[in-house]
Nanobody
Framework: QVQLVESGGGLVQAGDSLSVSCAAS????????AGWFRQAPGKERAFVAA????????SYADSVKDRFTISRDNAKNTVSLQMNNLNTEDTGVYYCAVAREPWRFEGARSLEMYASWGQGTQVAVSS
């Protein structure tokens, strides 16, 4: 089992940038895809971005494509999400997740693919 701890959330204004990070411990992260999801108030948890085990493949929700960038540092067991040009619809709790099966990337947009979740970090964007 892997433990995930997110950090870097906060309150920003529309148009600002923010980076959130996820530190993993307890299991070798490099073999597993990782993803970021977010949950807005009153809404279900939704896919934001995913990255495969090597960092060579990524996937983004249409709403964040060209604004957000997911990356990973396997040597440091971390996954990050750089968010640019934020808008109020990006507000929510951001969760880091690690895949259930090693090497797999198909299905990375689905919550069911992920076995380990962090506690979440709040991102609030004001207009």
């Amino acid at each position: 089992q892997v433990q995930l701890v997110e950090s870097g959330g906060g309150l920003v204004q529309a148009g600002d940038s923010l980076s959130v990070s996820c530190a993993a411990s307890g299991r070798t992260l490099p073999m597993y895809a990782a993803g970021w999801f977010r949950q807005a108030p009153g809404k279900e948890r939704a896919f934001v971005a995913a990255i495969n085990w090597s960092g060579g493949r990524t996937s983004y929700a249409d709403s964040v494509k060209d604004r957000f960038t997911i990356s990973r540092d396997n040597a440091k067991n971390t996954v990050s999400l750089q968010m640019n040009n934020l808008n109020t619809e990006d507000t929510g709790v951001y969760y880091c997740a690690v895949a259930r099966e090693p090497w797999r990337f198909e299905g990375a947009r689905s919550l069911e693919m992920y076995a380990s979740w962090g506690q979440g970090t709040q991102v609030a964007v004001s207009s």
